[in-house]
């Protein structure tokens, strides 16, 4: 997957820009503040519909603009090619098209670009509250199913709702029933169940690829274990299958290599009354019903606990997920390398899953991260990157790239607003390599430690 | 001069609270209708008055009737072991419009939705016992998609059931003549959830 034409109008710095990425590593450097991130955020915005730093969308219309745009144009193996625009309004309202036709929900274009974003903003994932953990839960995993968007936006308005309700029942005691709790516990575990279970699902495959890149990154030297914490005790593992096949979404329709798994997850939809309940006893519940019976049994469990508190205390919205570096506790214990380095392999191993699940590599977003690792990190990274997917770095100087990145890469000045492509930039590269041979004192001790 | 003069500030401050009206809409409303000739204007406010004076809800199904009891429940060539469950009259319309339904109805005005501090007993929810205790044999329930509407559709379900009823929902999904190409993916889900045999 890449871009070959990104453009966009009135966005962040840019009153317009135009953008012909080349397919490997597309290096953006310039000063600080000249909207190198902006480029970043725009392929984000693509790729999540979420801008990557504003508390409030319209904060990416450029000073004095309308409308932020955002197009590009995106070479796929296995989809096709498509052409993409989001445009962002005053009121914060977003509008999607696909191919030139305006979609009905912002959420139809999700999967349709998939993008991997690594910057030090990404820190709060491992360091931050439980709740960055499950906002960045809830854009990865939207990346991959459109199931999950739907169940999330009805849970959140469900958990609203019941809220409402147990505060009422908090201060005007009367028989929960009445007023149908029952009801809306039942929603809840309707739409909550299979939020879990893609939480379950998606942490259970990123674990073990994100461990295997943070034993790369530290020489085999450490071990990085990432736990699903979920405020709703899941069932025994023996309970639960650990290839489950529970996300449906339009590309597993569409790919018929998928089709038995999707076939798989209508079975298991099958609600029980509508199946002999001979076979029901014999055949394992789904993950999905085995959660949803987990989450009515502790629910029951806590009795009127809920309605004396007033607020609903068990569901994925006190969900977190634990880091731990052999053993201790990441966001306690870890040093800052070991926190950066935790980040990043979680990144890169998103990155796998991603493909692994759309069929080809994502688009890597790399935000200044030439200077918040170390030489070695850095190194790795740039190693792992290379020939391996679109990648789109931003840094303040050609410096610390080595030259065999430099001789492939595409490299764009970016300054005030304005990004200009180096032409002739195997002469450039030369002439920076050429300044990189004449500076030895500098850059020998850079090239070693790549080296090693 | 800071503020319209009383009569005008009224009229304004009252389309204001009008369901999707701002400030400035209000504004151009009320000086549209302060400028209409008298007898329009008269009779604008007559309707407002004749509605409230003149418009109850059916004692059989809470539709909205200028009668004792609406057109539909007078009917008597209505099939009346089949009801259909609404939440507003609009939607009962939307349903006669289609001139393939020959059952009752009933009127719920309204959704449940805590929220908005509707909890079931404020809907006409308990006046559906009787008419079912009275030899209807099929519930339809025909609801909005939302979270409020399937909610309200599985309380209503949760409290009929028992009582031996046929209790049914509308299928939510793709448009009629719809393409699947172009469906947008939460119709697909919905199109999948509502699935059926065939
Ligand atoms: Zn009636």
């Known amino acids: 997957m890449r871009v070959r034409y990104l453009k966009l109008n009135q966005f962040r710095n840019y009153p317009s820009l135009e953008l012909h990425p080349g397919e490997g590593v597309n290096i953006l450097y310039g000063q600080n503040a000249q909207g190198k991130t902006n480029v970043l955020e725009a392929l984000s915005l693509l790729a999540t519909t979420r801008s990557l730093r504003a508390s409030r969308e319209s904060e990416l219309i450029f000073r004095g603009g309308d409308v932020a745009r955002v197009m590009a144009d995106v070479v796929r193996e296995c989809q096709g090619d498509v052409d993409l625009e989001v445009s962002v309004f005053q009121t914060d309202k977003k509008e999607v098209k696909i191919n030139g036709s305006k979609r009905g929900r912002v959420v139809d274009i999700l999967g349709q670009f998939n993008a991997v974003f690594f910057g030090s903003i990404d820190l709060v994932i491992v360091m931050g509250e439980p709740a960055d953990r499950r906002h960045y839960l809830n854009i990865e995993i939207s990346q991959i199913s459109p199931r999950y968007v739907y169940d999330l936006g009805h849970y959140k308005r469900v958990l609203a709702q019941r809220n409402r309700l147990l505060k009422e029942l908090r201060d005007r005691p009367r028989p929960p029933k009445e007023l149908g709790l029952d009801v809306w516990n039942e929603q809840l575990i309707n739409y909550g169940a299979p939020i879990i279970e893609k939480r379950r699902f998606y942490l259970e495959r990123l674990a073990p690829l994100a461990n295997q890149v943070h034993r790369a990154l530290t020489d085999g030297k450490e071990n990085l274990e990432i736990r699903y914490l979920p405020s709703v005790r899941l069932p025994k593992p023996a309970e639960l299958s650990t290839l489950s096949t529970a996300v449906v979404d339009n590309s597993m329709i569409r790919e018929t290599n998928r089709e038995t798994q999707y076939l798989t997850e209508i079975q298991d939809a099958t609600p029980a009354s509508e199946s002999a309940p001979q076979t029901r006893v014999e055949s394992p519940l789904s993950d999905t019903e085995a959660i949803a019976a987990a989450f009515r049994e502790q629910m029951a469990e806590m009795g009127l606990e809920e309605a004396r508190r007033g607020v609903t205390l068990l569901g994925p919205q006190r969900d977190d997920i634990g880091f731990f570096i052999d053993g201790a506790e990441t966001r306690l214990y870890g040093s800052q390398g070991q926190q950066r380095t935790a980040t990043l392999a979680l990144k890169l191993a998103e990155f796998q899953l991603i493909q692994d699940y759309v069929g080809e590599p994502p688009v890597m977003l790399l935000d200044d991260v030439m200077s918040d690792l170390d030489d070695n990190r850095r190194a790795h990274l740039l190693e792992w990157v290379r020939r391996r997917c679109q990648t789109f770095i931003t840094c303040t100087s050609l410096r610390p790239f080595p030259k065999e990145i430099l001789a492939e890469a595409t490299t764009f000045q970016v300054a005030n607003g304005v990004v200009t492509p180096d032409v002739r930039r195997k002469t450039r590269n030369s002439r920076i390599l050429a300044e990189k041979e004449a500076n030895k004192p500098e850059t020998a001790s850079e090239s070693v430690e790549i080296a090693s | ?198």
Not at chain 2, 9 to 33: I, T, Y
Not at chain 2, 61 to 72: A, P, Y
Not at chain 2, 108 to 119: A, H, V
Not at chain 2, 137 to 150: D, K, S
């Open chain 2, 1 to 198: 001069m800071k503020h319209y003069p009383k009569p005008l500030g009224k009229l304004v401050g009252e389309l204001e609270r009008l369901p999707g009206v701002g400030p400035k809409s209000a504004q151009r409303m009320a000086f549209h209708l302060m400028r209409l000739p008298y007898e329009e204007a008269k009779r604008f406010a007559d309707a407002i008055l004749e509605v409230k004076d003149q418009i109850k809800l059916c004692k059989e199904c809470s539709n909205f009737t200028d009668q004792e009891v609406c057109e539909v429940c007078r009917d008597t060539k209505r099939d009346r072991t089949i009801m259909c469950i609404v939440a507003e009259t609009h939607d009962l319309i939307a349903m006669e419009k289609t001139n393939e339904y020959r059952g009752l109805y009933h009127v719920l005005q309204g959704l449940i939705s805590p929220m908005d501090n509707i909890t079931p007993e404020m809907l006409k929810i308990r006046e559906i016992f009787p008419r079912v205790a009275n030899g209807v044999t099929e519930v339809i329930l025909a609801f909005n998609p939302t979270t409020e509407g399937q909610t309200t559709a599985l309380f209503l379900a949760s409290r009929l059931k028992p009582l031996g009823v046929r209790v049914s929902q509308i299928a939510h999904g793709l448009p009629a003549g719809g393409n699947l190409d172009y469906a947008d993916q939460a119709t697909l889900i919905s199109a999948l959830q509502w699935r059926r045999e065939i």
